[in-house]
Protein backbone atom coordinates (compact mmCIF):
# COMPACT_ATOMS: atom_id res chain seq x y z
CA UNK A 1 0.00 0.00 0.00
CA UNK A 2 1.59 2.94 -1.13
CA UNK A 3 2.73 5.54 2.22
CA UNK A 4 2.31 9.36 1.63
CA UNK A 5 4.50 11.25 3.14
CA UNK A 6 2.88 14.65 5.43
CA UNK A 7 4.75 17.83 5.25
CA UNK A 8 3.52 19.18 8.58
CA UNK A 9 4.78 17.27 11.72
CA UNK A 10 2.76 19.59 14.34
CA UNK A 11 -0.92 18.61 12.33
CA UNK A 12 -2.88 16.01 13.67
CA UNK A 13 -4.86 15.46 10.92
CA UNK A 14 -2.11 15.44 8.84
CA UNK A 15 -0.50 12.65 10.97
CA UNK A 16 -4.12 11.10 11.80
CA UNK A 17 -4.32 10.63 7.74
CA UNK A 18 -0.81 9.27 7.50
CA UNK A 19 -2.71 6.31 9.52
CA UNK A 20 -6.14 6.18 7.89
CA UNK A 21 -4.70 6.16 4.40
CA UNK A 22 -7.70 5.86 2.05
CA UNK A 23 -11.18 5.02 2.68
CA UNK A 24 -11.17 1.06 2.68
CA UNK A 25 -9.00 1.77 5.71
CA UNK A 26 -12.10 3.99 7.21
CA UNK A 27 -14.34 0.98 6.03
CA UNK A 28 -12.19 -1.49 7.39
CA UNK A 29 -12.63 -0.08 11.10
CA UNK A 30 -15.88 0.48 10.17
CA UNK A 31 -16.66 -2.88 10.44
CA UNK A 32 -14.48 -4.09 13.12
CA UNK A 33 -16.48 -1.93 15.25
CA UNK A 34 -19.81 -3.40 14.07
CA UNK A 35 -18.30 -6.75 15.22
CA UNK A 36 -16.69 -8.72 11.26
CA UNK A 37 -13.43 -9.24 13.33
CA UNK A 38 -12.38 -12.29 10.98
CA UNK A 39 -10.55 -11.78 7.37
CA UNK A 40 -12.93 -13.77 5.19
CA UNK A 41 -15.81 -11.89 7.03
CA UNK A 42 -14.54 -8.47 6.12
CA UNK A 43 -13.77 -9.83 2.54
CA UNK A 44 -17.07 -10.72 2.21
CA UNK A 45 -18.36 -7.39 3.67
CA UNK A 46 -16.32 -4.96 2.12
CA UNK A 47 -15.67 -6.67 -1.88
CA UNK A 48 -12.28 -5.91 -1.64
CA UNK A 49 -9.58 -7.96 -2.59
CA UNK A 50 -7.36 -10.52 -0.24
CA UNK A 51 -3.98 -8.19 -1.07
CA UNK A 52 -5.91 -5.08 -0.59
CA UNK A 53 -7.45 -6.51 2.52
CA UNK A 54 -4.23 -7.78 4.10
CA UNK A 55 -2.40 -4.57 3.57
CA UNK A 56 -4.68 -2.62 5.44
CA UNK A 57 -5.04 -4.73 8.35
CA UNK A 58 -1.39 -5.29 8.75
CA UNK A 59 -1.04 -1.67 8.80
CA UNK A 60 -4.01 -1.40 11.34
CA UNK A 61 -2.28 -3.71 13.54
CA UNK A 62 1.25 -1.90 13.03
CA UNK A 63 -0.08 1.71 13.96
CA UNK A 64 -1.94 -0.08 17.24
CA UNK A 65 -5.29 0.90 15.84
CA UNK A 66 -6.24 -3.08 16.12
CA UNK A 67 -4.66 -5.98 17.52
CA UNK A 68 -4.79 -10.01 16.53
CA UNK A 69 -6.28 -12.28 18.75
CA UNK A 70 -6.03 -16.23 17.33
CA UNK A 71 -9.00 -18.55 17.08
CA UNK A 72 -7.28 -21.47 15.37
CA UNK A 73 -3.64 -22.45 15.53
CA UNK A 74 -3.84 -24.86 12.38
CA UNK A 75 -4.56 -23.04 10.12
CA UNK A 76 -3.64 -19.91 11.74
CA UNK A 77 -6.77 -17.06 12.12
CA UNK A 78 -7.19 -14.35 13.77
CA UNK A 79 -10.22 -12.27 14.64
CA UNK A 80 -8.56 -8.41 14.30
CA UNK A 81 -10.18 -6.40 17.05
CA UNK A 82 -10.25 -2.55 17.94
CA UNK A 83 -7.43 -1.82 20.39
CA UNK A 84 -7.98 1.57 23.17
CA UNK A 85 -6.26 3.61 20.45
CA UNK A 86 -8.86 2.04 17.75
CA UNK A 87 -11.28 2.68 19.58
CA UNK A 88 -10.51 6.33 19.65
CA UNK A 89 -12.04 6.30 16.24
CA UNK A 90 -15.34 6.04 17.00
CA UNK A 91 -16.39 9.49 17.97
CA UNK A 92 -14.69 10.10 14.09
CA UNK A 93 -16.64 7.01 12.58
CA UNK A 94 -20.38 8.69 14.40
CA UNK A 95 -18.91 12.23 13.00
CA UNK A 96 -18.54 10.98 9.78
CA UNK A 97 -21.89 9.53 9.18
CA UNK A 98 -23.70 12.21 10.77
CA UNK A 99 -22.34 14.70 7.96
CA UNK A 100 -22.22 12.43 5.10
CA UNK A 101 -26.31 11.60 5.93
CA UNK A 102 -27.07 15.44 7.01
CA UNK A 103 -24.84 17.17 4.02
CA UNK A 104 -24.03 14.66 1.25
CA UNK A 105 -27.61 12.70 1.58
CA UNK A 106 -29.39 15.18 2.76
CA UNK A 107 -29.84 18.95 2.25
CA UNK A 108 -28.25 19.77 5.83
CA UNK A 109 -31.19 20.11 7.78
CA UNK A 110 -30.42 19.70 11.32
CA UNK A 111 -33.48 16.97 12.22
CA UNK A 112 -33.41 14.56 15.11
CA UNK A 113 -35.73 11.80 12.77
CA UNK A 114 -35.90 10.59 9.50
CA UNK A 115 -38.00 9.89 6.23
CA UNK A 116 -39.52 6.42 5.76
CA UNK A 117 -37.84 6.13 2.56
CA UNK A 118 -34.40 7.79 3.53
CA UNK A 119 -31.09 5.71 3.33
CA UNK A 120 -31.27 6.11 7.60
CA UNK A 121 -34.24 4.32 7.63
CA UNK A 122 -32.90 1.40 5.46
CA UNK A 123 -29.97 1.36 7.19
CA UNK A 124 -31.84 0.86 10.59
CA UNK A 125 -34.00 -1.96 9.63
CA UNK A 126 -31.49 -4.03 8.36
CA UNK A 127 -30.40 -4.22 11.49
CA UNK A 128 -32.62 -7.16 11.89
CA UNK A 129 -30.38 -10.35 12.16
CA UNK A 130 -27.71 -8.81 13.64
CA UNK A 131 -26.09 -8.93 17.28
CA UNK A 132 -26.19 -6.02 19.33
CA UNK A 133 -22.78 -5.33 21.26
CA UNK A 134 -23.92 -5.31 24.31
CA UNK A 135 -24.69 -7.51 27.55
CA UNK A 136 -28.33 -8.96 27.18
CA UNK A 137 -29.44 -11.75 29.63
CA UNK A 138 -32.91 -12.35 27.89
CA UNK A 139 -35.70 -10.61 25.63
CA UNK A 140 -34.58 -6.43 26.08
CA UNK A 141 -36.17 -3.44 24.24
CA UNK A 142 -33.06 -1.25 24.03
CA UNK A 143 -35.19 2.46 23.26
CA UNK A 144 -32.09 5.22 22.04
CA UNK A 145 -32.79 8.55 22.96
CA UNK A 146 -31.29 12.24 22.20
CA UNK A 147 -31.46 13.26 25.93
CA UNK A 148 -33.50 14.15 28.71
CA UNK A 149 -32.57 16.32 32.23
CA UNK A 150 -33.94 15.78 35.20
CA UNK A 151 -35.12 19.71 36.95
CA UNK A 152 -32.08 21.85 38.36
CA UNK A 153 -29.64 20.06 35.83
CA UNK A 154 -28.46 21.69 32.96
CA UNK A 155 -31.11 23.24 29.99
CA UNK A 156 -31.83 21.55 26.96
CA UNK A 157 -29.11 22.90 24.21
CA UNK A 158 -30.49 26.07 22.71
CA UNK A 159 -33.41 25.56 20.03
CA UNK A 160 -33.92 22.31 21.27
CA UNK A 161 -37.43 22.07 20.78
CA UNK A 162 -37.43 23.80 17.30
CA UNK A 163 -35.02 20.49 16.14
CA UNK A 164 -37.72 18.19 14.56
CA UNK A 165 -38.19 14.38 16.75
CA UNK A 166 -36.12 15.99 19.45
CA UNK A 167 -38.64 16.52 22.04
CA UNK A 168 -40.39 14.07 23.68
CA UNK A 169 -37.50 11.98 25.56
CA UNK A 170 -39.46 12.34 29.07
CA UNK A 171 -42.56 11.47 27.98
CA UNK A 172 -41.42 8.42 25.95
CA UNK A 173 -38.99 7.15 29.31
CA UNK A 174 -42.09 7.74 31.50
CA UNK A 175 -44.60 5.56 29.14
CA UNK A 176 -41.91 2.76 29.37
CA UNK A 177 -41.43 3.45 33.20
CA UNK A 178 -45.44 2.98 33.53
CA UNK A 179 -45.76 -0.40 31.63
CA UNK A 180 -42.78 -1.92 32.91
CA UNK A 181 -45.34 -4.26 34.73
CA UNK A 182 -47.28 -5.28 31.08
CA UNK A 183 -43.54 -5.81 29.42
CA UNK A 184 -42.02 -7.90 32.23
CA UNK A 185 -45.14 -10.11 31.95
CA UNK A 186 -44.75 -10.26 28.11
CA UNK A 187 -41.29 -11.82 29.03
CA UNK A 188 -38.86 -8.69 28.22
CA UNK A 189 -36.91 -6.14 30.08
CA UNK A 190 -36.75 -2.54 28.96
CA UNK A 191 -33.31 -0.38 28.56
CA UNK A 192 -32.61 3.09 27.41
CA UNK A 193 -29.48 4.07 26.00
CA UNK A 194 -28.31 7.76 25.33
CA UNK A 195 -25.13 9.73 24.88
CA UNK A 196 -25.53 11.57 27.95
CA UNK A 197 -23.23 11.42 30.63
CA UNK A 198 -23.76 8.93 33.54
CA UNK A 199 -24.27 11.62 36.04
CA UNK A 200 -27.20 13.50 34.05
CA UNK A 201 -28.35 9.65 33.52
CA UNK A 202 -28.95 8.93 36.84
CA UNK A 203 -30.25 11.87 37.64
CA UNK A 204 -33.11 11.66 35.52
CA UNK A 205 -33.56 8.30 36.39
CA UNK A 206 -34.30 9.28 39.65
CA UNK A 207 -36.35 12.16 38.93
CA UNK A 208 -38.48 9.73 37.00
CA UNK A 209 -38.38 6.97 39.17
CA UNK A 210 -37.74 4.90 36.33
CA UNK A 211 -37.79 0.93 37.38
CA UNK A 212 -35.12 0.22 34.72
CA UNK A 213 -31.35 1.37 33.98
CA UNK A 214 -30.53 3.33 31.36
CA UNK A 215 -27.17 2.68 29.45
CA UNK A 216 -24.72 5.50 28.69
CA UNK A 217 -23.05 5.46 25.04
CA UNK A 218 -20.88 8.52 25.31
CA UNK A 219 -18.18 6.91 23.82
CA UNK A 220 -19.86 5.78 20.63
CA UNK A 221 -19.54 1.93 21.29
CA UNK A 222 -22.91 1.25 19.88
CA UNK A 223 -23.81 4.18 17.65
CA UNK A 224 -20.19 3.41 15.91
CA UNK A 225 -20.84 -0.53 16.06
CA UNK A 226 -24.59 -0.34 14.74
CA UNK A 227 -24.18 2.75 12.86
CA UNK A 228 -27.70 4.47 14.41
CA UNK A 229 -28.74 7.55 13.37
CA UNK A 230 -27.34 10.84 15.22
CA UNK A 231 -27.35 14.22 14.93
CA UNK A 232 -25.07 16.71 16.79
CA UNK A 233 -26.03 19.34 18.64
CA UNK A 234 -24.49 21.80 20.75
CA UNK A 235 -20.96 20.16 20.31
CA UNK A 236 -22.70 16.28 21.61
CA UNK A 237 -23.47 13.82 19.13
CA UNK A 238 -27.30 12.40 20.35
CA UNK A 239 -29.04 9.55 18.94
CA UNK A 240 -32.12 10.02 16.98
CA UNK A 241 -34.81 8.42 18.04
CA UNK A 242 -35.03 4.05 17.36
CA UNK A 243 -36.32 1.24 19.53
CA UNK A 244 -34.58 -2.09 18.91
CA UNK A 245 -35.93 -5.50 20.12
CA UNK A 246 -33.45 -8.21 20.50
CA UNK A 247 -33.73 -11.74 22.04
CA UNK A 248 -31.47 -13.71 24.39
CA UNK A 249 -28.66 -13.85 22.21
CA UNK A 250 -28.14 -10.19 21.27
CA UNK A 251 -30.09 -10.52 18.39
CA UNK A 252 -32.28 -8.10 17.02
CA UNK A 253 -35.50 -8.98 15.78
CA UNK A 254 -38.01 -5.74 15.42
CA UNK A 255 -36.72 -2.51 14.62
CA UNK A 256 -38.82 0.45 15.27
CA UNK A 257 -37.74 3.95 13.44
CA UNK A 258 -38.42 6.78 13.01
CA UNK A 259 -40.82 6.96 16.08
CA UNK A 260 -42.48 10.21 15.76
CA UNK A 261 -44.67 9.02 18.29
CA UNK A 262 -42.96 8.65 21.18
CA UNK A 263 -45.69 7.51 23.44
CA UNK A 264 -47.77 5.34 20.92
CA UNK A 265 -44.32 3.99 19.85
CA UNK A 266 -44.29 2.21 23.36
CA UNK A 267 -47.46 0.20 23.21
CA UNK A 268 -46.72 -0.82 19.62
CA UNK A 269 -43.37 -2.49 21.37
CA UNK A 270 -45.18 -4.34 23.95
CA UNK A 271 -47.43 -5.63 20.85
CA UNK A 272 -44.49 -6.63 18.92
CA UNK A 273 -42.75 -8.36 22.15
CA UNK A 274 -45.93 -10.48 22.57
CA UNK A 275 -45.90 -11.50 19.08
CA UNK A 276 -42.29 -12.65 19.17
CA UNK A 277 -41.49 -13.75 22.76
CA UNK A 278 -42.80 -17.05 23.21
Not at 85 to 94: H, M, Q, R
Request: hydrophobic share 45%.
Amino acid sequence: MRRVEFIDADCGIEQALGVLTDWWTFLVVRDVAGGVTRFEALQRTLGVSRRALTERLSALVEHGVLRRVAYSEHPPRYDYLLTPKGEGLLPVLVALQDWGTRHVLGDGSLTASARPASAEHHRVHALVGRQVLAEISGWTVLYFFPGAFAPGAPDYPPGWADIPGAPGCTLESMTYAARAADFAAAGAEIKGVSTQRPDQLAAFATHAGLPFPLICDVDGRLAAGLRLPTFRVAGVDRFKRVTLLADPTATIRAVQFPVTDPAASVTEMLDQVRALVT
